[in-house]
């Protein structure tokens, strides 16, 4: 039985980055250097299907890691790997500093605001600044809330709930436009 919560994602593939296989990847941990030499990972592709990796070496490269995977030597090797999320037993997951959270814990926890319930997370992104965006709700009407530490009031992972409190009109900048703005937009245009 393979459950989602016996695995931790540390990353995600984003695009093939050089010649000789390597990739660029978006952390999803904030644990400095957890992706390192040696390091044996599970690649959760697209499809479902996980295929082992050991990491032959690891740099910095503007805003992603770039990883060279022992056995994966060109572009075409490379490219079926876009896409998988680089994942770890939950066993060997790092402990974390007080305050931090990993992103797989936090997706389906119900987010709160004042104690009023904004909605379910159902995703995290990341690189848009400082703090990673809580996406929040269904595609039509998705809200992006930043997971900053001065909004933060306590994270239950256990009871699988945030309470933040959230400054005055940040809902609001992210709600979905009514029929009345979209016509008003509309024809500004």
Not at 1 to 28: C, D, W, Y
Request: glycine share 8%.
């Amino acid at each position: 039985m393979n459950g989602p919560s016996e695995f931790i994602t540390l990353a995600r593939i984003v695009k093939t980055q050089g010649r000789h296989g390597e990739v660029a990847v978006e952390l999803h941990s904030d644990v400095p250097d957890r992706l390192h030499q040696g390091l044996r990972l599970l690649a959760l592709a697209e499809d479902g299907n996980r295929c082992e990796l050991k990491i032959e070496s690891a740099w910095p490269h503007k805003e992603f890691l770039v990883l060279k995977f022992a056995g994966v030597d060109s572009i075409s090797e490379a490219e079926p790997l876009i896409g998988s999320e680089l994942q770890v037993p939950s066993s060997e997951r790092a402990q974390l500093e007080e305050g931090a959270a990993y992103v797989s814990d936090l997706v389906g926890c119900t987010l709160t605001d004042h104690g009023k319930e904004v909605g379910v997370i159902r995703d995290v992104r990341f690189g848009a600044g400082e703090a990673p965006l809580l996406v929040v709700g269904s595609a039509k009407s998705e809200l992006e809330i930043p997971f900053a530490q001065e909004f933060l009031v306590r994270v239950d992972l256990g009871g699988k709930r945030i309470e933040m409190n959230l400054p005055d009109g940040l809902l609001d900048v992210n709600a979905p436009l009514t029929e009345e703005e979209k016509q008003r937009q509309s024809k500004s245009i």
